[in-house]
C-alpha cells in the first residue's frame, strides 16, 4: 500500500487544460472543398450578382439607331451629311455627339469628336472632310441620369459605326434648275425682241410721261432764251444710274444743239467730266451744228457733296433757267436741288433709283422717272434696236416671274407643296 502510494507520488501532477487549435482550419477546409467540388457557386453566381450591382447602381440609355452617312448632295465637295433616328429615350437625352474615324485600309481608325448637336436633332453635315478619303462615323447619346444613390452622373450609348463614305464635288447644283430655266428664257426673249427689232418692227413700249415731257422742257427754254441746267447726280462713271443719266443726256443735248439752246452740266467727278464732254459733243455733231459745241458747257464744281449742292443752287438763283434735269445718283442734297429749282419756276424733271429720295423729288418735281424707268427712259430715248429688244425681254421676263409667283401661291394654298418648290428660289 505504501509502494502504491509511493508510486504514485512519482506521476506528474496535472496542470490546467490548454484548448486545441487543430478546430479552427476545419471550417475554410470545408469550404474550399465546397469551392472545389461547385465552382460555378464560385464563378458565375458572383459575377451575376456583381453585375446586378452595377446595374442597379448606373443607369442605362438607348443610343440611335439607323445611322446613315451621305456625300452632301449639290455642293462644291468638303461635306458629308450624317443623318440618323432619334434614341427611344430622346426626352432624357442631354444632346448627341457625333465622333468620326479616318479609314485605314478599309476599316476605320481612331474616333475623334467633331461636334455635337441638341435633343431633337437627327442631321449634322460635316464641312471639314476631304474629297476622295474614307470616313467612319458613329452617334452617341448622352444624358445626365441620377443612379441608385441619387448621384447625378453622365451616361452615352454609341450607335453603330457607319461608313465608309467619301465626299466629292457636283457639277450642278440640281435646286438652282428653276433658275437656270428662268435664265434661258430670259435670255432668250431679249436675244429675240433684239432680233425682232433689227429687222424693222415697231416695238410697243410704254410710254414714261417725264421722256414725253423732254421736247416740251427744250422747247419752252428756247422760248424763253434760258438756260436748260442738266445735273447727273454725285455718282462717278462706274454708278449704273450714272450711266444711264449719260444716255439720257446725250438726247437732251441734241434737242437743245438743234433748237441752239445753251445746255450747262455741273458734275462734281472728274471721269464724269471727261464722258459728258464727249457726248455733249458728239450730240452737237448729230444736230449739224459741231460749231456750236463748247467745252466749258460740261465744267467741274467740287467733289464735296453739299459744296457741289450750294454751287449748283448759287448757279440757279443767279441764271434763272428755264429747265432743270436731274437724272442719277443722289442723297440728301436732292431736296435742296429740287427746291431750288422750284422755287425760281422753273420746269424740273428728276430720275433715280434711290428710294430713299424719290418722295422729295416727286414733291418738288414737275415729272419724277421712279426706279427702273430711269434705266428704260435710255432705251427709250435713243430707239436703239439693242437697247430696246433688251427692255422689251426683260418686260416678258418680268411678266413670266410674275406668272410663277401666282401658281406658286396657288399651290401652296391648295397644300401641292411638292410642286410649288419648284418655285422656291435660293439664296447666294
Known sequence: MQQEQDLNSNLPTPGPRTPSHSGLFIIPLIFALFIFVNPAIAQDDTLNISDTTVSMMMPTIAPPSMVTVEDTPDDAGGSITIRWTKSAEDSLISSYRIQRAVGVNGKPGKFEEIGDVTIGAEVLQDGNVKDGVDYFYKVISVAKLKDSTGAETEVSAASEVAGPVQSSPQWFDTRRINSFIGVILLSF???YFIMQAKAGKKLFIRKIAGMEAVDEAVGRATEMGRKIFYVPGIGDMDNMMTIAAMTIMGRVAELAAQYETYLDVPVCRSMVMVTAREIVKEAHSKAGRPDSYKDDQVHYLTDDQFGYAAAVDGMFVREKPATVFFMGQFYA??????????????????????????????????????????????????????LLGSLKGQDIGKGVILVALLVGLVLETFGIYQLSKFFTVLGN
Open 333 to 386: 442734297e436732292s431736296l435742296i436741288l429740287a427746291e431750288t429749282g422750284n422755287s425760281i419756276g422753273a420746269i424740273q424733271i428728276a430720275g433715280t433709283a434711290m428710294p430713299s429720295q424719290l418722295p422729295f423729288f416727286v414733291a418738288a418735281c414737275d415729272y419724277t422717272l421712279i426706279g427702273e424707268e430711269l434705266f428704260a427712259a435710255s432705251a427709250y430715248l435713243s430707239g436703239e434696236p439693242k
Open 189 to 191: 426673249f431679249i436675244i
